[in-house]
């Protein structure tokens, strides 16, 4: 696959990363392999995450195909750059098209990034997951390198104002030892086993995070259960299925604008 585009853009990338003055910190770089297929399944806490999936596989030489939603193909400037990168479309309302897509890059020896819980975690902890990853992963015969990336909800998340001003922050990305699952193998058990290392992962990568809040208005974007002010999973679930409930009865009422 010739590309033209990705190089540019991972240039760019690395240089607002610098003008931001972000600590980089890339864990299990030699987790990620430096030729084939695999599947990078990653949690997902901010609007920057896949730029920061992306740039941690730079050690290995790798460019990552993410599976992104499709009104992002649509857009007029992001659009014709996710395009170029070869990134992969999903239409929610019929994902078997993306499936095939990703599963074509796969046997083909891509990278096909993925972020199981669909949307951003708003309690920073992992939500149940799609079973996608390890259904492609299983039906090309390719490893899934658990993934978690820490500290991006500080500058770009759902909720809460971007902040780009404040340099220096962290940014932990974190690749833990690849899954090899059988294509016999239950698919919901791989996803369980999935759940649990990244889980693992993600709980040492939030202990070992080299910040701590700046004040007591700056506990936001710690879990509640690292005595952060974030939501709990349940109070997110609650949330989230009452702002979806909203947006189905805006859609079903006729001249009710769409919410975010």
Same mark, same amino acid.
């Given at each position: 696959?010739? &590309?033209?585009?990705?190089? /540019? =853009?991972?240039?760019?990338?690395?240089?607002?990363? *610098?003008?931001?003055?972000?600590?980089?910190?890339? +864990?299990?770089?030699?987790?990620?392999?430096?030729?084939?297929?695999?599947?990078?399944?990653?949690?997902?806490?901010?609007?920057?995450?896949?730029?920061?999936?992306?740039?941690?596989?730079?050690?290995?030489? @790798?460019?990552?195909?993410?599976?992104? %939603?499709?009104?992002?193909?649509?857009? *007029?400037l992001s659009g014709p750059l996710m395009r170029g990168m070869h990134h992969i479309p999903?239409?929610?309302?019929?994902?078997?098209?993306?499936? @095939?897509?990703?599963?074509?890059?796969? !046997?083909?020896?891509?990278?096909?990034?993925?972020?199981?819980?669909?949307?951003?975690?708003?309690?920073?902890?992992? !939500?149940?997951? %799609?079973?996608?990853?390890?259904?492609?992963?299983?039906?090309?015969?390719?490893?899934?390198?658990?993934?978690?990336?820490?500290?991006?909800?500080?500058?770009?998340? %759902?909720?809460? #104002?971007?902040?780009?001003?404040h340099r220096g922050k962290a940014i932990t990305i974190a690749y833990g030892e690849p899954?090899?699952?059988? !294509? %016999?193998?239950?698919?919901?058990? =791989?996803?369980?086993?999935?759940?649990? *290392?990244?889980?693992?992962?993600?709980?040492?990568?939030?202990?070992?995070? #080299?910040?701590?809040?700046?004040? /007591?208005?700056?506990? $936001? $974007?710690? /879990?509640?259960?690292?005595?952060?002010?974030?939501?709990? #999973?349940? +109070?997110?679930?609650?949330?989230?299925?009452?702002?979806?409930? &909203?947006?189905? @009865? !805006?859609?079903?009422?006729?001249?009710?604008? /769409?919410?975010?």
């Amino acid at each position: 696959m010739r &590309d033209i585009v990705y190089p /540019p =853009v991972i240039t760019l990338i690395s240089a607002s990363f *610098r003008a931001l003055g972000l600590r980089i910190t890339i +864990e299990g770089a030699q987790n990620v392999p430096r030729s084939g297929g695999a599947v990078l399944a990653s949690n997902h806490v901010s609007y920057l995450d896949f730029t920061f999936v992306g740039y941690g596989a730079k050690p290995s030489g @790798r460019l990552v195909r993410f599976m992104a %939603k499709e009104s992002v193909f649509r857009h *007029r400037l992001s659009g014709p750059l996710m395009r170029g990168m070869h990134h992969i479309p999903v239409d929610r309302a019929a994902g078997s098209a993306a499936f @095939r897509e990703a599963l074509a890059a796969l !046997k083909a020896g891509e990278l096909v990034g993925v972020f199981p819980e669909a949307t951003i975690s708003q309690s920073f902890m992992l !939500k149940d997951f %799609k079973p996608g990853a390890a259904r492609m992963a299983q039906a090309a015969g390719v490893p899934i390198i658990p993934t978690i990336v820490w500290g991006g909800q500080r500058l770009y998340t %759902k909720g809460h #104002p971007r902040d780009f001003t404040h340099r220096g922050k962290a940014i932990t990305i974190a690749y833990g030892e690849p899954m090899m699952p059988a !294509k %016999k193998d239950d698919s919901a058990v =791989v996803m369980d086993e999935l759940i649990q *290392r990244m889980g693992v992962l993600l709980d040492r990568v939030q202990r070992s995070y #080299p910040d701590q809040p700046s004040g /007591p208005d700056d506990h $936001w $974007w710690l /879990p509640a259960s690292l005595g952060g002010t974030a939501p709990t #999973p349940a +109070e997110a679930a609650a949330s989230e299925a009452a702002a979806e409930a &909203d947006r189905a @009865r !805006k859609a079903s009422t006729p001249g009710t604008p /769409p919410s975010d």
